[in-house]
């Protein structure tokens, strides 16, 4: 079981990651972004099994929710930094795919 100090310093683990992650984004760095995602997952896990403390003192439910909010607001601007790069990846994904099947419908009829 974990107190309610090594909870709070695993949030602060992954505000740190969250942070290098908006640094990894913003320089298009997918690979050390890929990376870090599975380091904070691997905390965000131990969170889930073991942050069950809900009375904490107040200066530690304070510094909890500051962190909290700094780990959204990192997250959100990391999805607005890779929602677009990913749109056209899907788009690129997309005419390559019909790009083959056109290929593959026509090429097969040439041939014959």
């Known amino acids: ?4 100090l090594e909870i709070l310093e695993i ?3 992954v505000s740190v990651i969250t942070s290098g992650m908006l640094q990894a984004a ?8 890929q990376k870090l995602e599975s380091d904070c997952s691997a905390h965000v896990s131990t969170l889930r099994l073991h942050d ?9 439910k304070q510094r909890k929710i ?3 909010k700094q780990i959204l607001a990192d997250d959100r601007a990391i999805r607005d930094l890779t929602e ?22 026509y090429g ?3 041939l014959g």
Do not use: F, G, V
């Open 1 to 4: 079981m974990m107190n309610s």
């Open 11 to 13: 949030y602060e683990k």
């Open 26 to 33: 913003r320089q298009e760095d997918w690979d050390l972004l």
């Open 52 to 60: 069950t403390s809900t009375d904490l003192p107040s200066d530690l």
């Open 66 to 68: 500051s962190i909290i």
């Open 84 to 105: 677009p790069w990913m749109q056209q990846l899907s788009k690129l994904m997309n005419s390559s795919r019909n790009s083959r099947q056109l290929s593959e419908s």
């Open 108 to 110: 097969a009829n040439q």
